[in-house]
């Protein structure tokens, strides 16, 4: 069974670009998260979709970042435009449903300068 | 709100000894506990999990965890390390519907032949 797939792996940008990262989640998981991973921390929750529905995003700043996760399935998360405290790790994460365990995928490293 | 405190940042041990990594968790219900495994460049991995079941959790190689509520504490324990265990590990805590994991700040585990 293939995992939760994410691209790009890396992403090198100067601040006040734009960045969109790709998350392909396990079939027929029905939700998808986005988490955030500063250097030296534990990930943080950003967003969390049951299908379509961003069901929880109070910790998505958004001023600069946006999610859609069209027809239930992959996702994106764009961030418009970067700051340099943006660096970090960028991980996906899907679930059969809410109350199962969350699969991890292996994450998009994303670098500001 | 939960939370948990991993007191250690690091860990070295040399192959073929025990393994002790050590978490405090805070939560003001019953709580639900998880030890991750981050492998470089590969995504966070379910070693085991606590959900008011059993105490004491095993988990897959050959790692295990004991609920203590009196203490508030979720340690991490294996009774022999190998080389392969090498990583960082992080503990988490949820509510029992598993909607948040509140992730700690990670430990590293470094083992010397």
């Known amino acids: 069974e293939a995992g939760v797939v994410q691209s790009p792996r890396y992403k090198i940008i100067e601040k006040k670009q734009p960045v969109a990262f790709w998350c392909n989640p396990i079939?027929?998981?029905?939700?998808l998260y986005w988490y955030r991973q500063n250097l030296g921390q534990g990930p943080e929750l950003l967003i969390r979709?049951?299908?379509?529905?961003?069901?929880?995003d109070s910790q998505l700043p958004k001023d600069r970042f946006s999610a859609e996760r069209l027809k239930g399935v992959d996702s994106t998360l764009k961030i418009q435009p970067a700051e340099l405290g943006d660096s970090a790790v960028y991980l996906c994460?899907?679930?059969?449903?809410?109350?199962?365990?969350?699969?991890f995928g292996p994450g998009t490293r994303l670098t500001v300068t | 709100a939960q939370s948990v405190t991993q007191l250690d940042s690091h860990v070295s041990v040399s192959e073929g000894t025990p393994v002790l990594l050590r978490c405090n968790y805070s939560?003001?219900?019953?709580?639900?506990l998880f030890w991750y495994v981050q492998h470089p460049n590969k995504g966070l991995q379910l070693l085991l999990k606590?959900?008011?079941?059993?105490?004491l959790v095993k988990g897959i190689n050959g790692f295990e965890a004991e609920f203590k509520k009196s203490e508030t504490s979720f340690h991490l324990t294996k009774p022999s390390a190998h080389m392969s265990d090498a990583a960082e590990y992080f503990c988490?805590?949820?509510?029992?519907?598993?909607?948040?994991?509140?992730f700690g700040t990670g430990t590293r585990l470094l083992v010397s032949p």
């Open positions: 994460a899907s679930s059969l449903e809410v109350v199962h365990e969350q699969y």
């Open positions: 079939s027929g998981h029905n939700t």
């Open positions: 979709y049951e299908n379509e529905e961003a069901v929880d």
């Open positions: 939560s003001s219900y019953s709580p639900s």
């Open positions: 606590y959900t008011s079941a059993a105490t």
């Open positions: 988490v805590v949820s509510n029992t519907g598993f909607q948040k994991l509140v």
